[in-house]
């Protein structure tokens, strides 16, 4: 029975290492393998504070006592969060609008200039993008200056009295939105200009042979063929805004009152200025639901597409 039982041990040994030795040879395995310390990074950065965020918006001030979705119920009843909720909708939506249509169009004026020329340019039109926010701001900051305003300035010559760029709800607004917009049209100008690359030539002259004027070409030809990376560079965007923190709190602070407040700045200085973390971690939380709706719309529409191809 001892002789029978070693050739089935060594058998059974052999097929471990073969199915093994199949195991590391499927591409899905070496892709794992090879994906597995960025998994590991992510859930290192990402996942873990994650995690201790949902944990400390469910305790109390002190971080004694379990108050479960306390806080939550607490921030629904102050005029204050819903005022952040429509402030940071309306940053995000308008800003991400006008940087899609002006990237289209810049794309658009870079992808018809000569090979030779379109190096220098991207290069001059992606500086707003690759200056860090905080510092860009700050010039910013002189040119909507109450006193020294270089806008303002230019505005006098014209006979128009100052503005107040940074004083009024509105004017306050238009100027965070304005900044958003100047350091984020690079980065669509950049995706949709590789898209274009990519779109047949055969497809325009096409257009031309059937009589199609330049914008029934951009309609038909060039949007249909670009919808997705439109649609995935907007969803990027859009959570990069949403979170958006630097440029408001350099230009405004949150003021004139709290008119311009996002989920940012806001869970900032209830969280880290005013000692209350969990409370600061709920309004930075609220984000997640409102995103993910995004995501799921935009993402959704992708695949739609993609399964009619």
């Given amino acids: 029975m001892a002789d029978i039982a070693a050739p089935n041990a060594a058998v059974l040994a052999g097929d471990r290492r073969t199915g093994l030795h199949k195991l590391m040879q499927r591409k899905s395995t070496i892709a794992f393998l090879m994906a597995l310390p960025l998994i590991l990074l992510i859930g290192i950065l990402v996942l873990y504070p994650a995690c201790y965020a949902i944990w400390l918006a469910m305790l109390n001030k002190s971080m004694t006592k379990f108050v479960g979705l306390g806080n939550f119920q607490f921030l629904f009843k102050r ?36 090979s030779k020329g379109q190096r220098k340019w991207r290069g001059m039109l992606l500086v ?74 055969q497809l325009y002259e096409a257009a031309a042979i059937d009589g199609a004027a330049w914008w029934q070409r951009i309609w038909y030809v060039t949007l249909p063929m670009m919808r997705n990376i439109i649609a995935i560079t907007a969803l990027f965007s859009l959570i990069v805004t949403f979170a958006n923190f630097d440029i408001v709190r350099v230009l405004t602070n949150g003021g004139p009152l709290t008119s311009t407040q996002l ?16 409370l600061g971690s709920c309004v930075v939380l609220f984000m997640v ?21």
């Fill in 79 to 114: 005029d204050t969060f819903w005022d952040v909720v429509f402030q940071s909708c309306l940053f995000a939506i308008t800003a991400v609008i006008f940087k899609a249509i002006i990237g289209f169009v810049v794309a658009h004026f870079v992808h018809n200039i000569p």
């Fill in 128 to 201: 707003p993008w690759v200056i860090p926010p905080a510092m860009s701001t700050l010039a910013w900051l002189w040119l909507f200056d109450p006193a020294y305003s270089a806008f303002n300035w230019i505005l006098a010559h014209f006979g128009i009295g100052p503005v107040p760029w940074l004083g009024e709800t509105g004017w306050a607004r238009f100027s965070v939105i304005l900044v958003n917009i100047w350091a984020g049209a690079p980065f669509f100008m950049i995706m949709y200009l590789a898209a274009l690359k990519s779109v047949p030539e």
């Fill in 263 to 278: 989920f940012g700045t806001w869970g900032f200085k209830l969280g880290i200025e005013s000692g209350d973390i969990p």
């Fill in 289 to 309: 639901p409102i995103l993910a709706v995004a995501a799921s719309v935009i993402l959704r529409d992708i695949n739609k597409r993609g399964s009619e191809v």
